[in-house]
């Protein structure tokens, strides 16, 4: 059964923008923080932005700016904005949730209870 899922990825031109939804059916996930990841090929994942059950967020010093993290409990989804995309930008984006916001922001990768399977986002130049 699907818990976390991913969409609004795809190819953009440099200084675009796109904004990545993550359906949840994971049942009180409004009791859970949730976050944004995102991995190249080769690379670990990084942590891009949280966002706790009460909607206060975290973001990555890198990513303070140009990305930005909120969720709809109503929906069970939250979203990612991200303005002005780089080439840089472009990797795997992955949704993550978990009891402790801690986990999220300090990137505790095998501890994270739920991932989704990930969108692509494709940025060129």
């Known amino acids: 059964q699907v818990q976390l899922a991913e969409s609004g990825g795809g190819l953009v031109q440099a200084g675009g923008s796109l904004r990545l939804s993550c359906v949840a059916t994971?049942?009180?996930?409004?009791?859970?923080?949730m976050g944004w990841f995102r991995q190249v090929p080769g690379n670990e994942r990084e942590f891009v932005a949280g966002?706790?059950?009460?909607?206060?967020?975290n973001y990555a010093d890198s990513k303070k700016g140009r990305f930005t993290i909120s969720r709809d409990n109503g929906k069970n989804t939250i979203y990612l904005q991200i303005n002005s995309l780089k080439p840089e930008d472009t990797a795997a984006y992955y949704c993550?949730?978990?009891?402790?916001?801690?986990?999220?922001?300090?990137?505790?990768?095998?501890?994270?209870?739920?991932w989704g399977q990930g969108t692509q986002v494709t940025v060129s130049s």
């Open positions: 966002i706790t059950s009460g909607g206060s967020t």
């Open positions: 993550a949730a978990d009891r402790m916001m801690t986990d999220i922001v300090q990137r505790r990768i095998a501890r994270i209870d739920y």
């Open positions: 994971i049942r009180t996930v409004s009791n859970y923080a």
